[in-house]
């Protein structure tokens, strides 16, 4: 095997970048600019923002930005079963390298974290041993290590390492140079918990006004439902405390990385063989709304159904549904605001087997949206078919500490069941 990639850290596998500029403004103790530093280890910031007349004491401050980042490294970095997959795949055909401008220590506690260490036989170089990036030195060690590779492959996100990585092609002309935006393999494991500090539990059983996260959102859905499912992670262990709640809940737990929510949603396929209808919530969310908004569409004889709010500043973290004057949907979209209409996360489908039918169209097209199967984008698989929208009056989204912060906040204010 000699085909290599080579990973960056922060904004690649994880995505540290907030903790570390908290952690630095902690200890230079004022705001600095983040265009002049970004991506630069610690003591190379501090030279730099020395020359700028910061007059910052190296050994001191550098010291209290490490504590800070290893003390609160459990709040940004989570085990991630889909980044772990993807590296396991890749592991068939490529060396698999890190090369990062954060120290060892760092390095290190992140890869035991992600549960990754055995999937980095390149090794990891990082600044603790090496001149840090945009220098060529570390990429220079990873690479010499075996001589001739037939294909190199280098991720990095930062400008300084793209810089840097960008000069290795014109030394090597087999290199490949990718920018990353963001975390690799993130999705929606971000969402697992990782930006809540102080939690022992999984995200979904964190408290919300006396009951399991998971528990209030589906409590805020107000609709009767022959069967629920419930599609939990592995790890989590969740199947007595969902069985406390609904006893008679069936309990799917995957023990694998998915392509996203859709191909998820696929592990349940049996249950809507027979065409039962189908609606699917997420675990992080609560809704203000009128049930029989829903239950006019359905009874419609619609073959789906959206809920949706109104969205004027159109933001690009939701999914969005185009439709007309009396709320028929055309297209649906994922992170692209195309219309006025975001999507609450509420998804139906009349015959189960349609929305199937639409999820394997979907992924023999390779539909992704940052790399993964969204549900919302299904819809457009349907061709033929008819599809509504409908309002409600509120969605208040629980998955962050804003977001709870804001749940909290807002108590009566909105009915949330």
């Keep these: 095997m000699n085909k ?10 994880v995505d540290c970048k907030e903790l570390h500029q908290l952690a630095f403004r902690r200890a230079i103790g004022r705001d600095y600019p983040l265009e002049v530093v970004e991506g630069l280890p610690t003591l190379k910031k501090i030279e730099v923002l020395n020359e700028q007349g910061y007059e910052l004491d190296a050994i001191s401050v550098n010291r209290e930005k490490q504590n800070y980042t290893f003390d609160n490294i459990g709040e940004y970095v989570n085990f991630n079963p889909r980044l772990k997959r993807i590296l396991s795949e890749l592991m ?65 996100d930062s400008p300084v390492g793209i810089m840097g990585a960008e000069r290795v092609t014109l030394i090597i002309d087999y290199t490949r140079v990718i920018e990353v935006e963001g975390r690799g393999g993130e999705g929606e494991e971000k969402k697992g918990g990782s930006r809540f500090s102080g939690y022992d539990v999984p995200k979904p059983l ?71 209808s189908v609606f699917v919530s997420n675990c992080d969310q609560v809704v203000d709304w009128v049930p029989d908004s829903f239950y006019e569409v359905r009874n419609s004889n619609k073959d789906g159904a959206i809920a949706v709010f109104e969205c004027p500043e159109r933001d690009p973290k939701w999914s969005y549904a185009l439709c007309d004057d009396d709320m028929q949907v055309s297209r649906v979209a994922e992170k692209d605001p195309i219309s006025e209409w975001a999507t609450v996360g509420h998804y139906y489908w009349r015959d189960g087997r349609v ?19 969204y549900t919302a984008p ?23 500490p804003e977001d709870l912060d804001e749940f909290h906040r807002t108590q009566g204010q909105y009915d949330w069941g």
């Design 206 to 276: 964190i408290d919300v006004r006396g009951l399991p996260m998971f528990v209030r959102s589906v409590e805020s859905i107000r609709l009767e439902f022959a069967q629920k499912i419930f599609l939990t992670a592995y790890q989590h262990r969740m199947a007595p405390t969902i069985k406390q709640y609904y006893p008679d809940a069936i309990v799917i737990e995957i023990d694998e990385l998915t392509e996203g929510t859709a191909c998820t949603l696929q592990y349940a396929r049996e249950y809507w063989q027979d065409g039962s």
């Design 92 to 156: 068939d055909r490529y060396i698999i390298a890190i090369c990062s401008n954060a120290t060892r220590p760092f390095v290190e506690r992140c890869v035991d974290i992600l549960g990754i260490r055995d999937n980095i036989l390149g090794g990891v170089y990082t600044a603790s041993e090496h001149e840090p990036k945009p220098s060529l030195d570390m990429w220079s060690a990873c690479i010499g290590e075996a001589g001739y590779w037939e294909e190199i492959w280098i991720y990095e």
């Design 378 to 400: 299904s819809y457009n698989y349907m061709p033929g078919r008819s599809i509504e929208a409908y309002r409600v009056r509120k969605m208040q989204g629980t998955g962050t």
């Design 355 to 373: 929305f199937e039918s639409a999820v394997d169209a979907m992924i023999r097209e390779d539909a992704r949206v940052n790399g993964e199967f």
């Design 4 to 13: 290599l990639i080579i990973l960056d850290l922060d904004g690649t596998l």
